[in-house]
């Protein structure tokens, strides 16, 4: 019994203090992780690629929180998902050379990583955003050779697929888009992807074929976000086609059910526009006036004052 209390005060302390440096690392890489999250909440939120002072607070304190892990916590199971935070953050920071650097770390240090799949979306992203289009192509295309899991392989040709859209190739954005459909038929990225598909013909001045598209996303289990977005495009392409009938039925209809709610700015904005597109000035005029008032501090109030 006296040997038993022995061992037990000398290894006692040694647990308590693992699991005391257990929750430390693990309360440092948590807190990284949430900076990390509002971070990409804010920039979503906000609907443009401006970073603001508070965006980059985010970042940066997800940057601090996240070299503490790898400085302090080295042996930790959270380092490779602290180095790429690090990255990412740098990425959505616009500070790409860095980010780049920070990517480069990444696979040297955690070759095995989960994450490495991802990161070398994002790797490819950077270099384009470097101007080495070459490169990034290379390297994503090499990815997909690769990568096996049809998630991944959707989000590769995803990227793809949006880094030749940046650069005005749309042809080429489209086999992307499609690819990345055939890949994944049944994850969430591939409705993305038939939303660009029909944003793109819509650019391209293919009307029909753009409504085509938009009617096929509910094929692939979209989110409900992306279904909203839908149909505020087609409210916007109806517009503009002058199928101003079909435009009225569509808004009318979403405005009257309860369960567009969230979207009922976006679809008044395009009631005013139809108002004006047929000429009728004062009741445009009037829609304008009710959406800045009713959707103060929303995107869709600066749009109508606008």
């Known amino acids: 019994m006296e040997y038993q209390r022995l061992i037990f005060r000398k290894i006692f302390p040694v647990v308590v203090s693992v699991l005391l440096a257990s929750c430390a690392y693990y309360n440092t890489f948590y807190n990284a992780e949430q900076y990390f999250k509002k971070g990409i909440q804010e920039i979503e939120a906000q609907g443009n690629d401006r970073i603001t002072v508070n965006i980059r607070k985010y970042f940066n304190s997800a940057i601090e929180k996240s070299n503490k892990v790898l400085i302090n916590y080295p042996d930790s199971r959270w380092t490779d998902n602290a180095a790429y935070i690090i990255a990412m953050s740098h990425y959505y920071k616009t500070d ?13 240090n955690y070759p095995a990583s989960d994450l490495r799949p991802r990161a070398e979306i994002w790797y490819g992203r950077c270099l384009w955003k470097l ?7 290379r390297q994503l295309l090499k990815s997909s050779r690769r990568e ?12 793809l ?3 030749y859209r940046s650069s005005g190739e749309l042809d080429s954005a489209l086999i992307y888009y499609q690819k990345t459909i055939s890949a994944g038929r049944d994850i969430p990225q591939a409705a ?3 939303y660009k598909i029909a944003e793109i013909n819509l650019a391209q001045n293919n009307i029909d074929l753009a409504i085509t598209n938009l009617k096929k996303i509910y094929k692939y ?3 409900s976000e992306l279904i909203d977005k839908m149909q505020i495009l ?5 517009r503009e086609d002058n199928r101003f009938d079909e435009a009225r039925t569509l808004i009318d209809a979403k405005l009257n059910d309860i369960s567009n709610e ?4 976006d679809l008044e904005l395009q009631l005013a526009l139809l108002y004006l597109a047929e000429g009728d000035l004062e009741s445009a005029r009037l829609r304008f006036s009710q959406i800045t008032e009713k959707y103060k501090g929303k995107p869709v109030s600066a749009e109508a004052y606008y």
């Open 221 to 223: 289990h979209p989110s």
């Open 96 to 108: 790409y050379s860095t980010a780049r650097k920070n990517f480069e770390q990444f696979f040297a």
């Open 192 to 194: 993305s992807a038939q």
């Open 262 to 265: 969230a979207i009922w700015g």
């Open 161 to 163: 697929a949006d880094l």
């Open 131 to 137: 101007g080495e289009k070459e490169q990034a192509l």
């Open 148 to 159: 096996k899991n049809p998630q991944m392989r959707s989000e590769i040709f995803f990227a």
């Open 234 to 238: 087609l409210a916007r392409i109806y």
